[in-house]
């Protein structure tokens, strides 16, 4: 074996062992191999704050500056899981150079005016979506969660917590199967870091590769996050004695390792999340929406008031409850938005539909008064 082979055997032996609890696989080696050749050290980002992040390497958790990957679009901005190449060790000031491409990524649109998405955590192989049981289900929130986990790439799970909040067993089956309906094709279980109830279902799900923790503020996922851990490293505040929530603590996303292996992204609370180009992931949350669309006489059937809409047959049975379409029309429209600021011809194509449906409403007003021309 040459000197160079040898050399890259075991550089490959040194950062599999430090790096694999963080994920490191024979994918990613086989992608840094460029950046190996340019003298440059492996590590994933635990935690990004102020144009600085925590990266760990086969040396140890060190402190990098970000200058050299600051660009100008915010979906390339570095952020939690990513995978970083960055100078060598006795570098002064070290800089993270460059970071590899993404696997999968969950973005949500930025809470700016402009069209820019933001991305949350990168390199996910799951996505679970907390939702406390102290307050009554949103299920609208679910189904906007859920979309942007599909469209990521990752596996969304929807966690029901503080399940020991709820009276019985009966009403939180139900609780649950509400939850199934409303995310066809997405594992749902209640768990109560307070009574054990799931926690052992959710620990096997999460122990393996990377999972993000994301929710609302207060929906008590620093809680689940130090249970799965098995320490207090994420900080929790009391409960609330009005209304039972927990208050947001968690301010920054964090990379941690689980002692059963994965690892895990916690994040802050989330007051809204804003589809990004989630058309995809719309699609499977509305599956059987989908379903019935392709049975419509016409293909581009909008669902409204066509002769021969299996949607609106299925509306008009019960089969598809009005708060389901309700919710998939505004998530579309949502969707058809963002996508529209980055896209002049869908621009084009959505003004143009406005002004067809302007004049079909004006001119049913006209016939209503008796004015048809």
């Known amino acids: 074996m040459s000197l160079h082979a040898s050399t890259e055997v075991s550089t490959r032996s040194t950062s599999a062992a430090a790096l694999a609890p963080y994920g490191w696989d024979a994918g990613w080696h086989d992608a840094f191999r460029p950046y190996a050749g340019r003298g440059l050290v492996p590590g994933r980002v635990i935690r990004v704050d102020r144009g600085q992040c925590d990266v760990v390497t086969p040396d140890g958790t060190v402190r990098a500056d970000t200058a050299f990957v600051v660009p100008r679009d915010p979906m390339k901005v570095i952020c939690t899981g990513d995978w970083a190449a960055l100078d060598p060790e ?127 503020s207060g929906a008590g996922k620093s809680t689940l996050a130090n249970t799965l851990i098995g320490e207090e490293a994420m900080e929790v505040q009391a409960v609330r004695d009005m209304d039972g929530k927990g208050r947001h603590t968690t301010t920054t996303r964090n990379l941690l390792t689980l002692p059963g292996g994965g690892a895990l992204i916690d994040t802050p609370g989330l007051r809204g999340v804003g589809l990004w180009d989630a058309g995809t992931g719309v699609e499977r949350v509305f599956a059987e929406i989908e379903e019935y669309a392709r049975q419509c006489r016409f293909q581009d059937c909008a669902h409204d008031s066509e002769p021969g809409c299996a949607v609106l047959a299925a509306l008009d049975t019960g089969e598809l409850p009005v708060r389901r379409l309700e919710s998939y029309r505004k998530l579309q429209r949502e969707n058809q938005r963002i996508v529209a600021k980055t896209d002049a011809r869908l621009r084009q194509e959505i003004r143009r539909e406005w002004r067809i449906k302007g004049a079909e409403g004006r001119a049913a007003a006209d016939a209503k008064r008796g004015r048809i021309r």
């Open 90 to 216: 006795g570098a002064s000031p070290r800089y993270v150079r460059e970071y590899l491409p993404r696997r999968t990524a969950f973005v949500r649109s930025g809470s700016s005016k402009r069209s820019d998405g933001q991305v949350l955590a990168a390199n996910i192989d799951r996505a679970v979506v907390a939702v406390s049981l102290a307050a009554e289900l949103d299920l609208a929130r679910i189904e906007r969660f859920t979309a942007l986990a599909w469209e990521s790439g990752a596996e969304p799970v929807v966690v029901l917590t503080k399940a020991d909040l709820v009276p019985d067993a009966a009403t939180l089956g139900h609780l649950v199967s509400d939850v199934e309906r409303t995310a066809p094709g997405v594992t749902v279980l209640a768990a109560s870091s307070a009574d054990g109830t799931g926690l052992e279902r959710l620990a096997a799900l999460v122990g393996s590769g990377t999972t993000v923790l994301l929710g609302q």
